[in-house]
């Protein structure tokens, strides 16, 4: 769009180059708003006069307002300071202003001004600067972001950054920032060289200056240093893995000048003991290294191969009351997420009903999340976008586009941490590109076991090309490794938790194990049994280890238990009669388990001789002095005397009979109660639906009313900036005409002319010392006619000569005699420009007499 405006302006693409590689020197442009009035005159104040770089200003200004900042600034800069034009080549030692109602931009080292089209309010003119300005001069380019609100320049100072420009952002000091906003959100991208003060940042750019003439010397005067090179190859592949080796060796050694005119390092050489000393800065080199164009669809292909392999899989067997969820941790101002949602919707598209889509956004800097959630991007920005998707997903708007509603409605924005926060959970797909290389080692184990824990079983994970998941391969498997595309394993290998029972003690052991331990001898036992037996219990009863092994039995055991055919077993519940076998099996594991009482009433047992017997089962811990273990009295309690057979088939059919007639009638009350709960159900059912549909109705209404409001938000935000701006001018233009006023009155007392400011009808506005002697005039006169005062000379002719005056803006002038022989020569002036509301009359009364 804008190579298409040069070539209406006549400027030759061709030419442009040429334009560029003439002067190398530095544009720096300046992004200010609500407060930027006092950071700029901050900033000013400390750029050298002979700094050898041109500065751009723009602000937030509405296109009827009339900007009066170029005469502001040029008090605090010796710089010469001048309103931007369109077409103008920006010239070193210039400061160019952008005018209200423009939106501007550079191609080919010349200011281009687009006009704003009637009713459209441009929200962010820096971002557009900024992104025009690193494409124009790339290394050459600087960016500055100064007091202001919104999130404005935050996309710029990417673009700049990553075309190997320097960029700068305002901390607090005595000018500001009045309004953080805009400087916080630029610093909170990470893509900030330099956080300073606005005095400061002068000294910072006349010092970049100088360092990018050393390096372009340098760089034409020899080649790289290899061996120098290789030392810092060696530094980066210990301390963060990566080999450089292969890196391009230009585009490394412009990064490695670039970083080594940041940190003001003395050289190549001093650059390098910096690294030896400071693993921090081979972080930084290391990242700087990494910086690629962060537009839409970066990495192209890998997008492409996601698109191609990946979203198509989200969607299979798939039904539209489904949700397909995805996670993009760490978002940033949003292109990575509008990616993704473009490409998920075009899929959506070839659907004849697709499911819902859930694109959950996150990102710490909340500043970041409100230029991500309005999806405002310079065109400039959407290189890499085709013509086709920026007209079918975006609306353009001038030099900005916006993303489009339906791309939007798929995203949801909110502040998030994925290391400190709990993470979305049952995730198809999450995408978490170069956030890895932001993190150190410990912090990179503690999140991909998160993102693993977020995705559903063989859910996707999608990461940035320098990228990987090598120390965690049991976690993830790969799906393709060139495009960095991983699967979630279905299954983690099983942590190994302690035994309940402890490390070393089986829950059941062998016979021979039992004879080695060191158990209560059997007369103590017997004695400890029998005192119980006397005082509590009477029936047949056995102890038990609690493995559930006997190790003493009573008499009449026998008709509970029985030999089990096959190897010998000392386990009670394998020995135990049909009928108590299972409820045997199960008191003993619940006692032995809780170490508790466990009591089974009404058990029937058949006995040897075929008579029935219905007992007790009771199972207790048994308190026994010295043991080595824990045991277990097991007590069969007679309940009543046995039956025969046929009695006992009687008894139970009688019982049976019994207890069918009081299931039917429970049933029959269930059935009653379920039906009238079934009722209920159904209306509440029908209640719950109207409710919906009204939630669902008022949902609708809110995001409507939601939207308007951020948008009146947006308008009255810009607004007010332009309102601050507009002060800040108005206070500094104000105090230049109180310091006109100031001299011009001392300017008045000083002179020995006798001078009266008149209106046209004659009134005194001001007067001189001289004047006040002629026509005697006090300080309190101001406002009367002066020919209400006695004169010298006659006075009624001004009346006749003042509209002559004032008509043809030249001076009259005449010589006037008086009654006692007084001559007066009288100049008149026209104080104020034609056609000015508040015209005035200059009288300059001479006295002839005196001068003779």
């Not at 006992?648 to 009238?676: F, H, I, K, P, Y």
């Not at 104000?734 to 001078?755: H, K, P, R, Y």
Request: negative net charge.
């Amino acid at each position: 769009m804008m190579l298409r405006r040069n070539e209406r302006r006549g400027i030759d693409p061709k030419a442009q180059n040429a334009v560029m590689d003439q002067d190398h020197f530095l544009i720096v442009g300046i992004g200010a708003s609500v407060g930027g009035i006092e950071a700029m005159q901050g900033f000013f104040r400390g750029v050298p006069a002979t700094i050898g770089a041109a500065f751009v200003v723009v602000t937030h200004l509405g296109r009827e307002h009339k900007s009066l900042l170029p005469d502001v600034l040029a008090r605090f800069t010796p710089l010469e300071v001048e309103a931007a034009a369109d077409g103008v080549s920006v010239r070193p030692g210039h400061v160019y202003v952008m005018p209200p109602g423009f939106v501007m931009g550079i191609a080919g080292g010349r200011l281009t001004l687009t006009p704003l089209e009637p009713k459209v309010r441009e929200t962010k003119p820096i971002d557009i600067f900024l992104t025009a300005l690193a494409l124009d001069q790339r290394e050459r380019a600087v960016g500055v972001i100064l007091s202001g609100g919104d999130g404005d320049g935050a996309i710029g100072v990417k673009v700049i950054k990553e075309h190997g420009g320097l960029t700068l952002a305002q901390t607090a000091d005595g000018d500001g920032p009045d309004t953080a906003d805009m400087p916080i959100s630029a610093l909170r991208t990470g893509f900030v060289d330099l956080g300073e003060t606005a005095e400061r940042m002068g000294d910072l750019i006349a010092a970049h200056v100088a360092a990018a003439r050393d390096a372009q010397a340098e760089s034409v005067a020899r080649e790289p240093d290899a061996e120098l090179l290789n030392e810092i190859f060696a530094i980066l592949r210990s301390q963060v893995g990566h080999d450089f080796s292969g890196y391009k060796p230009s585009t490394f050694v412009r990064r490695l000048q670039r970083r080594i005119s940041v940190v003001g390092a003395a050289g190549p050489h001093g650059y390098l003991k910096l690294l030896r000393s400071n693993p921090a800065e081979v972080g930084m080199l290391f990242r700087d290294l990494l910086i690629g164009v962060t537009n839409f669809f970066r990495d192209a292909a890998a997008f492409e191969a996601l698109a191609t392999h990946v979203i198509p899989k989200l969607f299979d067997e798939r039904a539209a009351t489904d949700v397909v969820r995805i996670w993009v941790p760490a978002c940033s101002t949003g292109e990575e997420v509008y990616s993704l949602a473009i490409l998920l919707r075009e899929h959506m598209l070839t659907l004849a009903d697709p499911p819902r889509v859930q694109i959950f956004a996150t990102d710490i800097d909340e500043r970041a999340l409100t230029v991500a959630r309005t999806g405002r991007y310079p065109t400039a920005y959407l290189s890499a976008v085709s013509p086709e998707r920026i007209a079918q997903h975006f609306v353009v708007e001038g030099d900005s586009a916006v993303v489009e509603k339906a791309v939007r409605d798929l995203c949801t924005f909110a502040p998030h941490s994925v290391l400190r926060d709990p993470p979305f959970s049952r995730l198809d797909l999450v995408s978490c590109r170069n956030l890895m290389i932001y993190l150190g080692v410990e912090a990179q184990q503690q999140l991909l076991p998160v993102l693993h824990y977020a995705l559903r079983p063989r859910g996707y994970l999608f990461i940035g090309m320098s990228e990987n998941v090598t120390r965690f391969e049991d976690l993830f498997e790969t799906t393709n490794k060139r495009h960095r595309i991983f699967q979630a394993r279905d299954t983690i290998p099983p942590a190994r938790l302690p035994s309940m029972s402890g490390p070393d003690t089986p829950i059941f052991a062998s016979a021979g194990q039992l004879h080695r331990r060191n158990v209560t001898t059997h007369a103590a036992l017997r004695h400890t049994v029998e005192t119980l037996m006397l005082s509590e219990f009477t029936p047949p009863h056995a102890v038990v280890s609690r493995t559930g092994e006997a190790v003493h039995y009573s008499p009449r055991i026998g008709d509970h238990l029985e030999v089990v055919p096959g190897q010998p077993t000392r386990e009670l519940a394998a020995m135990a009669r049909k009928g108590l076998r299972l409820d045997l099996r199960t008191a003993l594991r619940e006692a032995i388990e809780g170490n508790t009482r466990v009591v089974r009433d009404g058990i029937g047992v058949a006995l040897p001789d075929g008579r029935f017997q219905s007992i007790s089962l009771v199972v207790k811990p048994l308190d026994t002095p010295g043991a080595t273990e824990p045991l277990f009295l097991v007590v069969f309690n007679e309940a009543a005397a046995p039956v025969e057979k046929e009695r006992q088939r009687a008894l139970v059919a009688n019982d049976r009979d019994t207890a069918l007639q009081g299931l039917e009638r429970e049933l029959s009350v269930t059935r009653e109660r379920l039906q009238a709960v079934i009722e209920e159900y159904e209306t509440s059912l029908e209640e719950l639906k109207s409710s919906n549909e009204e939630l669902s109705s008022v949902n609708e209404e809110m995001q409507a009313a939601n939207e308007e409001l951020e948008a009146s938000k947006e308008e009255t935000q810009s607004l007010n900036e332009e309102l601050q701006t507009v002060n800040a001018e108005l206070t500094s233009k104000i105090e230049a005409v109180d310091q006109l006023s100031n001299d011009q009155a001392t300017l008045f007392e000083g002179m020995d002319i006798a001078s009266v400011l008149l209106t046209p009808d004659l009134h005194i506005r001001m007067f001189t010392s001289a004047a006040a002697q002629i026509f005697g005039l006090q300080p309190s006169d101001i406002g009367r006619s002066l020919l209400n005062f006695s004169a010298p000379i006659p006075l009624t002719w001004l009346s006749d000569e003042i509209p002559t005056v004032l008509a043809t803006s030249r001076p009259s002038e005449r010589t006037v005699g008086g009654a006692d022989g007084a001559r007066y020569h009288v100049r008149l002036m026209a104080s104020s420009r034609k056609g000015s509301r508040t015209p005035g009359i200059v009288a300059n009364f001479t006295n002839l007499l005196e001068q003779g």
